[in-house]
């Protein structure tokens, strides 16, 4: 299946999953292991949810609580996303595609702990976004400049078998959903563990 049969489906898919399970937001915020914010922030990039995202604002104030600094993702005009500081009860401007983001005045931000919204994810922290590449191309440059660790925020539902990859697409670390943490960085490891003495034991 291509990226853009799978993204039709997965719609769908998250579109049911919101439907069924009305308290998801609450839950997730209750199940995210705090352990994240103390190794990777203190600055935490989080989103507003758009269509039906699982919206992230539960799990962002209680992280604001623990003294988290928050920012918000920002489409320049020249296409670039990035980040801003923001705090509850400043003002969002209605940006193009429904989004609601942070003023062009608001401060650069330069998140070490990334939630990241998404369509679908496989075990291996590959990620199946809108197609217009921003994320990657941001979480590109933000491990370039440092460490930079990307948790999914999704409905259980949402990781499949396989996300078609390409090179220039940035892997997920950790993904969070509902029903508890999919620890991707770690299965990747054992992925290449395991590939290595399989290397190793046929040579």
Known sequence: MDKTDLRHRM????????ARDPD??????????????????????GYVAINEELDPSPLMQKLAKAGAE???????????????????????????????EPSADAPLGQPTLILTPLLA????????????GHYDKALERL???????????????????TVPAEPHD????????????????????????AESDERSSSS
């Open 11 to 18: 719609r769908t898919l998250r579109a049911e999953a919101a």
């Open 24 to 45: 998801a937001a609450e839950t997730l915020a209750d199940k995210f292991p705090m352990k994240l914010l103390e190794r990777y922030g203190p600055v935490v990039a």
């Open 70 to 100: 928050l920012c918000l993702p920002r489409i320049e005009d020249s296409g670039e996303l990035t980040w801003r500081s923001w705090n509850f009860g400043e003002p969002l401007e209605r940006r193009p595609f429904g989004l609601s």
């Open 121 to 132: 994810f496989d075990g291996m922290g590959n990620r199946l976004g809108y197609g217009k």
């Open 143 to 161: 491990r370039e400049d440092g460490r930079a660790f990307a948790c999914a925020v999704a409905y259980a539902a949402q990781q499949i078998e």
């Open 170 to 193: 940035q892997p997920l670390d950790w993904a969070v959903t509902p029903i508890g943490s999919v620890p991707l960085f770690m299965m990747r490891n054992l992925k290449s563990l």
